[in-house]
């Protein structure tokens, strides 16, 4: 069974730029959710899709947008990147259908400057 | 809205011995989840250990225990004979039954020392 992956590992963009980080979910899994953690700080909800619509919302702008694919694979979008968006992204997967544990991948480490 | 809190930012316990992880949470439902999630320095999240609220028995995973007091919203993890491979930061989650996201602490960072 493939675990949750995440691409790029590793990202260092200018401020204003647009970003695109990806996901794919484990195997048997139709829901994945976004998360930024900050240095130091515990992870911070952005936004979960389910059956390829955003089923709920942190309390992140419209410039935080995401898809996911009929295989059930995400994306994260950023515009307009802030030098506070510098964070290490966790994508999580699960089946809202069957059980509640969540999944995480390694995370994209994403620096603005 | 729900807020998890870890009282204890950093703590150290030596290899072998028992060392226990506070948690507690607010909230008004009464159909959640809590769970234990270890970040080591690799930076990817494990899940340790899960708990549903309707269950009174607490849940153990091999080392990993919980104390899940409900009526004090509080979630303990002790974690028995210690291994070095248990140094990571360890945070605590709540998911709300209706909801999809989970609800994390600011983490505690366990260092298990020889």
């Known amino acids: 069974e493939t675990g949750v992956t995440q691409s790029p590992t590793h990202l260092i963009k200018t401020r204003g730029q647009q970003v695109t980080l990806r996901c794919s979910s484990q195997s048997g899994h139709n829901t994945v959710s976004w998360y930024q953690q900050a240095l130091g700080q515990g992870p911070q909800f952005i936004f979960q899709y389910y059956r390829e619509e955003e089923n709920g919302r942190g309390n992140f702008p419209p410039r935080f947008s995401g898809l996911q694919f009929p295989n059930y694979s995400s994306e994260l979008n950023v515009n307009a990147l802030e030098l506070d968006d510098s964070a290490l992204y966790l994508c999580?997967?699960?089946?809202?259908?069957?059980?509640?544990?969540?999944?995480f991948g390694p995370g994209t480490r994403l620096t603005v400057t | 809205a729900q807020t998890v809190t870890q009282s204890q930012p950093e703590m150290s316990v030596q290899e072998a011995e028992t060392v226990t992880l506070s948690c507690t949470y607010d909230t008004s439902e009464s159909n959640y989840y809590l769970f234990w999630y270890k970040q080591p320095p690799s930076r990817q999240m494990i899940l340790v250990i899960r708990q549903e609220a309707y269950k009174q028995q607490n849940a153990t995973e091999n080392r990993f225990s919980v104390n899940f007091q409900k009526a004090a919203k509080s979630f303990s993890l002790k974690i028995s004979d210690s291994q070095l491979g248990d140094t990571a930061m360890y945070f605590c989650?709540?998911?709300?039954?209706?909801?999809?996201?989970?609800?994390f602490g600011k983490g505690t960072k366990l260092s298990v020392k020889p």
């Open positions: 999580a997967s699960s089946n809202r259908d069957r059980e509640r544990e969540q999944y």
């Open positions: 989650a709540f998911l709300e039954g209706r909801q999809g996201n989970l609800i």
